[in-house]
């Protein structure tokens, strides 16, 4: 598996998901963040699935076991916590591994420096969000905390190894990353008054089973619509 | 999209057509007719109005309602777009109409600021779309039933918001007009991607074409909708063209949308719906067929093919996000910094 489709795949799919929320967001400023968010998701993706191959081929033509996204990602947008409880799991790894992907000098250093202000920004929405939810009423609260058990599963599966990824050339240090991800996570959730979930983070079906291609049931219907357009005109360009 | 609709201007405030700008069943002292006659001669002059002018109450609200109506279409136009969102058959296209989608939140955003400067709110507008006491562009009731739909929207709806909104660039509110500014330049680049998005349809497989063909036959006549009723029927233009709201008249928007659309029709490979659309020698404009105002009566009535879905969207989007919006006012009571806190007040019981 190459790194730069498990990478370009993660920002793919959760760009979808987030491009869900268009029309039905809380607040016209968040259909303007989530929207911007999905929008740099999609323009990472692009740039990675290209080094890989054709960008729409890669999207549009696999089928779900060839896909090697997080599972974390193609979890279903739920409420507004939901969300943010995922972008909050996910931008901090992103944000983290980019980091050290920039510094590392690797083959993904240049697009990883540039893609890195734009995670620093998703991170800050999600964390800002995770205060104001977590420590706004009490009905947001418990969404917020929902929120975060419903994700927690899913989180062990960002420090799974990633070929291409761990110390050989990238100068990624797994273990590092993983407790600078937990730290970091920690902090935000104490602030927002909420509580770290205290489940298993990787299970005998999360572990690395999105990387190796093994999805959770709602992926093929995602996929069913966002690749039925491009798969009913075969060879057609748009 | 912006589109700002005549069928919304011409749903002026009451009382407009009388006296200018006098509120209504206030006599006017000496220091009003003062006002009026600074304000009336700064209109004259081309002058920008700005908030802190004095300002004839009618002309406030027919701006409140025609900008309000204008920010309602941008945060209902979403839809019929992001509809397609999921379903974009390239990421290149799915990065453009995501663009786009948000562009048309941002839009939203900047006129409801401009409609705060006459002394409203977004919230308050909001309710009134919510409650169906005011508007938005009819053309957004009609649905985006397959990819091609998505091009004519740019190239026709957003085409005819243009011809509507260039004129508003100089209109005599000077917030309106700096946030059209802004806009323009946005919808113009829509418009250039949906003609495009057109082209490449047009040009494609058979299927292709047949696609980007039924979406013109469909959009066709409800973009010329949304430039009004004709001129004898528009009775509320007149005093908006006298306050220098409203530049020109619906007829000549409409004309002058259907002489620009018909060669970019020919060198798209399409048609036009209209077997009576011919060049005119004389008039130096193209002859076009008679549009059937009952639909638009209908569409306006909130008997269109998705008026029910859009507004049922909406609402329920604002109110499913009620306890986001509770929540952050809560979090900025709490940790706010100054010592009188009077947000406080204001936070919502959540259920």
């Not at chain 2, 004095?54 to 839809?79: C, F, K, N």
Request: hydrophobic share 40%; aromatic share 8%.
């Amino acid at each position: 598996m190459s790194a730069a489709l498990a990478l370009g795949d993660d920002a793919l799919v959760l760009s979808h998901r987030l491009g869900e929320w268009a029309g039905h967001a809380p607040v016209l400023e968040e259909e303007v963040a989530l929207a911007n968010i999905a929008l740099d998701l999609l323009g990472q993706a692009r740039v990675l699935l290209s080094l890989v191959g054709d960008e729409d081929e890669l999207a549009y033509l696999r089928e779900e076991r060839a896909f090697r996204n997080l599972q974390l990602v193609e979890q279903p947008n739920g409420d507004f916590a939901h969300t943010i409880a995922r972008q909050l799991y996910f931008s901090v790894y992103q944000h983290l591994l980019y980091e050290r992907l920039a510094a590392g000098g690797g083959e993904f250093a240049d697009l990883a420096a540039k893609a890195v202000k734009e995670v620093a920004y998703h991170r800050d929405h999600a964390e800002q969000w995770t205060l104001r939810l977590g420590d706004g009423t009490g009905e947001s609260h418990e969404r917020m905390q929902a929120g975060l058990e419903a994700l927690w599963r899913f989180t062990g599966e960002m420090f799974q190894p990633v070929e291409g990824l761990d110390a050989t050339g990238s100068g990624v240090d797994r273990e590092e990353l993983e407790s600078a991800w937990l730290s970091s996570v920690t902090t935000t959730v104490e602030r927002a008054t909420l509580t770290l979930p205290t489940g298993p983070r990787t299970g005998a079906w999360t572990a690395g089973a999105g990387r190796q291609g093994v999805h959770t049931e709602s992926f093929g219907r995602m996929l069913a619509e966002m690749q039925h357009l491009h798969r009913s005109h075969p060879g057609a360009s748009w | 999209m912006a589109a700002v609709t005549a069928d919304q201007k011409t749903q002026s405030t009451s009382g407009t057509a009388k006296a200018a700008g006098q509120p209504a069943g206030t006599a006017p002292d000496a220091a009003d007719a003062a006002r009026l006659a600074v304000f009336d001669a700064a209109v004259a002059a081309d002058d920008r109005i700005e908030p802190r002018d004095w300002m004839p109450e009618a002309y406030r609200a027919t701006l409140v309602r025609q900008m309000a109506q204008h920010a309602h279409s941008e945060i209902i136009g979403m839809q019929p777009e992001a509809n397609w969102i999921t379903r974009a058959p390239s990421l290149r296209r799915k990065a453009i109409l995501m663009a786009k989608v948000q562009d048309e939140a941002g839009h939203g955003l900047y006129l409801y600021s401009a409609a705060e400067t006459l002394g409203t709110s977004r919230e308050e507008l909001l309710d009134k779309l919510h409650a169906g006491r005011q508007r938005y562009s009819s053309i957004f009731n009609y649905p985006t039933l397959t990819w091609a739909d998505v091009g004519a929207i740019g190239w026709l709806v957003d085409g005819a918001a243009i011809t509507n909104q260039v004129p508003l660039c100089r209109c005599s509110y000077g917030p309106y007009a700096r946030a059209m500014v802004r806009i323009c330049k946005e919808e113009s680049f829509h418009q250039r991607q949906g003609y495009e998005l057109l082209l490449a349809l047009s040009r494609g497989t058979e299927a292709q074409h047949a696609m980007a063909q039924d979406a013109v036959d469909r959009w066709w006549w409800p973009s010329l909708m949304m430039f009004g009723p004709p001129d004898d029927a528009s009775s509320h233009s007149e005093q908006s063209m006298a306050w220098k709201i409203k530049r020109h008249s619906n007829d000549e928007l409409r004309q002058r949308f259907v002489d620009i659309c018909v060669p970019q029709a020919e060198a798209l490979g399409l048609t036009l719906p209209d077997p009576d659309i011919r060049w005119n020698e004389e008039r130096g404009q193209h002859d076009f067929g008679a549009i059937d105002w009952t639909e638009f009566q209908e569409v306006l009535k909130g008997n269109g093919p998705c008026n029910e879905q859009r507004i049922t969207q909406r609402r329920r989007a604002h109110e499913e996000g009620a306890w986001v919006r509770n929540a952050a006012a809560a979090y900025a009571a709490k940790h706010t910094t100054t010592p009188s806190a009077p947000q406080a007040q204001h936070v919502e019981e959540t259920a």
